[in-house]
């Protein structure tokens, strides 16, 4: 009969295994659970590669090594600038909030596996009284959509918005009648063919007269 002792030596062992078999998927979920900084390696440092290559403005080159190395370095400023962040170029502890709270309800992407997920790159926004037009392009076909409202966070399933439904590789949405002299928060998606979405962070414009 086991007694105690050995019963808890081989739970625990066992219990350990299992930790470093579940690691990579932890590192992958759509939280981040550590600082990081220059030097640093791992399965998270690459879902972090990965979440910052969505937009090529903030990390051009897009790749995801799993180092974070100086162009990781620059990629995380960059997000730190847009996100209006001190940016030093180390995920710290206001960084490390912002990324999940955007991974969890923000900018991010679904990917099922299948076909290439629809990049998306810098959009062009055009003012005309209180008529907004929103237009960008992605690497691959997509259908683009634009939520928008004058208070954020907003809900994404219920918030208004503008949608593009041709399936090519540029999106142009018209948001018309809006209210006058008003700052809006937006938020780009693309969808493509195979249903992988991509969203942005949050952005602002205001209308005129």
Do not use: C, H
């Not at 295994?17 to 220059?38: I, Q």
């Not at 030097?39 to 180092?67: E, H, W």
């Amino acid at each position: 009969m086991i007694n105690k002792q050995v019963f808890r030596r081989i739970y625990f062992v066992g219990a350990m295994a299992l930790v470093v078999a579940l690691a990579p998927l932890l590192a992958d979920a759509a939280t981040f659970n550590r600082e990081l900084e220059l030097g640093m390696r791992g399965a998270d440092v690459s879902a972090l590669q990965t979440f910052l290559a969505k937009d090529v403005s903030i990390y051009p080159q897009g790749i995801v090594s799993g180092y974070f190395g100086l162009l990781t370095k620059t990629a995380v400023m960059n997000f730190q600038e847009r996100n209006g962040i001190m940016a030093v170029g180390r995920v710290g502890p206001v960084t490390l909030g912002t990324l999940n709270s955007l991974m969890v309800g923000g900018g991010g992407f679904t990917y099922n596996g299948t076909g290439m997920d629809p990049t998306m790159f810098p959009e062009t926004v055009s003012v005309n009284g209180t008529n907004v037009g929103i237009a960008w392009s992605t690497r691959g076909p997509a259908v683009g959509r634009v939520m928008y409202g004058t208070s954020y966070p907003f809900l994404y399933a219920s918030a208004p918005s503008g949608a593009d439904t041709t399936l090519d590789n540029s999106t142009s949405i018209a948001l018309a009648n809006l209210a006058p002299n008003t700052t809006y928060y937006y938020v780009r998606e693309s969808v493509d063919t195979f249903g992988n979405t991509i969203w942005t962070t949050k952005k602002t414009f205001t209308t005129g007269q």
